[in-house]
T-cell receptor, first 115, second 109 residues
């Protein structure tokens, strides 16, 4: 079955370290998204991509970067982890931006703790 | 930008009906989604409205009024497994989703 996976599922790191969270989908979806979820804030968009070599900043992109070298993967990198980046991170994908094909499907999430 | 409001918590009894309201202010509306999220799990898609009116899917229904910037999710015949957070999300003309903070529904026996 096609799916969307994230790794690792749990990560503890130290302030200042570079961290990369992986997201892999086998649906052949064009669009991929990274969100963070914190109590009281809901899901907030970090970065998104509408295709290979396309990346865009979301509302909370400072301190994060992404790259899209193929359809299946959108890794999220924290350049220098900060305690404020402790959160649960969700990756999502959708087939297209066309109405009816734009439902986003979410991965299982990565819980990141920055000490 | 988007401003999305929904109640923080609701409690209801097994077998009852609960209505979760969502109001939004947006600079460009292009659809509204409802997601369900159980504790510690990923959000899962429930429903989508782009035109005014009611969409029914089994025990769940979603309603949209674009002129009022208002939607609700109706959960009928509540079951214990419906205890979860319900997220309202608005899609803008740039195709991005903006999420409300979520409504935690607790179903009591």
């Amino acid at each position: 079955d096609a799916e969307i996976t994230q790794s690792p599922r749990h990560k503890i790191t130290e302030t200042g370290r570079q961290v990369t969270l992986a997201c892999h989908q086998t649906w052949n979806h064009n669009n991929m998204f990274w969100y963070r979820q914190d109590l009281g804030h809901g899901l907030r968009l970090i970065h998104y991509s509408y295709g290979v070599q396309d990346t865009n900043k979301g509302e909370v992109s400072d301190g994060y970067s992404v790259s899209r070298s193929n359809t299946e993967d959108l890794p999220l990198t924290l350049e220098s982890a900060a305690s404020s980046q402790t959160s649960v991170y969700f990756c999502a994908s959708s087939e297209s931006v066309r109405a009816g094909l734009d439902t986003q499907y979410f991965g299982p999430g990565t819980r990141l703790t920055v000490l | 930008g988007q401003n999305i409001d929904q109640p923080t918590e609701m409690t209801a009894t097994e077998g009852a009906i609960v209505q979760i309201n969502c109001t939004y202010q947006t600079s460009g509306f292009n659809g509204l989604f409802w997601y369900q999220q159980h504790a510690g799990e990923a959000p899962t898609f429930l429903s989508y409205n782009v035109l005014d009116g009611l969409e029914e899917k089994g025990r769940f229904s979603s309603f949209l009024s674009r002129s009022k910037g208002y939607s609700y999710l109706l959960l009928k015949e509540l079951q214990m497994k419906d205890s979860a957070s319900y997220l309202c999300a608005v899609r803008a003309h740039d195709y991005k989703l903006s999420f409300g903070a979520g409504t935690t529904v607790t179903v009591r026996a």
